[in-house]
């Protein structure tokens, strides 16, 4: 009986193949599928709703487990966009300044060192920032740092890999400018006066201060010539003040610096 | 008679629902096949003869259905059936995992063995997708289902009375 049902099985396996798409036993098949397509339609109208119910179920866990996905997967995008941002920022802030030691505005027998800053005031007493750039850099003591707006201040403290630069805002901070129109000089004290203005020099207000880079003998300024500095707010004087009266805004915005330039002297400074 | 009906009817209705329903059906890529398991549980219960010959009915109704070639899936499930049956006569007999080791091998060969005619044949035979991609999936969702249908296909078809096994000889003479 079983080799009987076998070798049936190869009989008609062997004439399906052998006659054509129109011959008896594909026609007979044909026959028979179209009798029981109603059955399988039955079939597949009973289970429908079983199976409705299971594709919902179904679509629920994979929409679940896709949003885990997709929410990851934003993360991660939204995490490289900071990072491009980031970057893109720092790739325009550190073009500025190569583009500042490349002008002529730059000081000469100088050589800008760019540095990140690592680390800002932490309040308005302390008027330092750390830069990471040190000793191993070439960073000498009292190296003037600049950024292409102006003026930032002077290193006060040099380590192997960072140093700390007191900011022209610093109460101790000290600073010999001319006035670049008039050649007025005076010293501007914690970047936001100038002192020592003679009555009758002439400063107006919307002036440009620059440093004024003097040299007497063996002493020297710590700044090179013509660094800018800031801009003349108010001047005025006083008849009881010996000196005149001059605010100055810096140019150099001390509350979003992210890197900056030490200058390294290439020849020693006179 | 009334058990080879019984045993038609319901491989009608599992090949039915094998093409309709059950093959539409796909998780984790593996999809159950339940015509095989209930071809498994009838020779079981029934013996080789009823498998055979419900693995034939089985394989045409399927080829019918799909419009495949005809006597391919009918020889692989007449000698499924005479296997499994012939496993229930003997060393399955009366052990209640013999379904779920039936199942289990059967799925794997059964496998095998529809990639070998179908190579032979110069049809599809995509070894990779079966075996690899497919078939531990497959094998699962058999034996998951196989425990419910064999109890259904037991009440349909109740196994054949069979005679007590020799427990002693006695010599003569």
Redesign the interface.
């Given at each position: 009986?079983?080799a009987l049902?076998?070798v049936?099985?190869?009989?008609?396996?062997?004439i399906?193949?052998r006659e054509s798409g129109g011959g008896r036993?594909h026609s007979l098949?044909?026959r028979?599928?179209a009798v029981?397509r109603p059955?399988?339609?039955a079939?597949?109208r009973i289970?429908r709703p079983f199976?409705d119910a299971?594709s919902w179920f179904g679509g629920l866990l994979d929409a679940k487990t896709e949003n885990a996905k997709l929410r990851k997967q934003r993360d991660a995008w939204r995490q490289l966009a900071i990072q491009r941002r980031t970057a893109l920022q720092e790739n325009a802030r550190l073009r500025a300044l190569l583009a500042y030691r490349d002008s002529p505005r730059f000081p000469k027998n100088y050589r800008g060192l760019a540095a990140a800053v690592l680390s800002r005031p932490p309040s308005q007493l302390t008027q330092q920032i750390v830069v990471a750039a040190g000793s191993t850099d070439g960073v000498l003591l009292h190296a003037p740092v600049v950024t292409e707006d102006g003026l930032v201040g002077l290193v006060t403290l040099v380590g192997r890999n960072q140093s700390q630069v007191t900011l022209l805002t610093d109460d101790t901070s000290a600073v010999s400018v001319v006035d670049l129109r008039t050649q007025a000089s005076g010293i501007l004290h914690h970047g936001d006066s100038v002192d020592r203005v003679t009555k009758d020099e002439v400063v107006d207000a919307g002036d440009t201060l620059v440093t004024a880079g003097w040299h007497d003998g063996k002493l020297s300024s710590l700044y090179p010539k013509g660094i800018p500095v800031g801009t003349v707010t108010s001047a005025g004087q006083r008849d009881i003040d010996a000196y005149k009266t001059v605010a100055v805004t810096p140019f150099v915005d001390f509350s979003s610096l992210q890197s900056v330039l030490v200058l390294v002297a290439t020849e020693p400074v006179r | 008679m009334l058990v080879a009906a019984k045993a038609a009817v319901v491989v009608?209705v599992a090949a039915?629902?094998q093409?309709?329903?059950f093959s539409?059906?796909s998780i984790l890529h593996g999809t159950p096949d339940v015509l095989l398991v209930v071809l498994i549980a009838a020779a079981l219960l029934r013996g080789?003869?009823v498998g055979?010959?419900a693995?034939?009915w089985g394989?045409?109704?399927i080829?019918?259905?799909n419009?495949a070639?005809?006597?391919?899936t009918?020889?692989l499930l007449?000698?499924v059936g005479?296997w499994a049956g012939r496993y229930g006569e003997t060393t399955g007999r009366d052990r209640s995992h013999a379904p779920f080791v039936a199942v289990g091998i059967i799925t794997v060969l059964y496998a095998f063995g529809a990639l070998f005619l179908h190579f032979v044949?110069d049809q599809p035979a995509p070894a990779r997708t079966v075996l690899v991609d497919t078939l531990f999936q497959t094998i699962g969702l058999n034996l998951l289902v196989t425990w419910p249908v064999y109890a259904f296909v037991r009440r349909l078809l109740p196994p054949a009375e069979r005679p007590e096994r020799v427990q002693g000889v006695e010599l003569l003479g």
């Open positions: 009986m079983v049902l076998v049936a099985s190869l009989a008609l396996l062997s399906y193949f036993i098949q044909s028979g599928a029981l059955f399988e339609v079939g597949d289970a199976e299971a | 009608f039915i629902l093409a309709s329903v539409s059906i080789s003869l055979a010959a693995g034939f394989g045409l109704l080829d019918t259905e419009l070639t005809l006597g391919v009918s020889l007449t000698i005479y044949l």
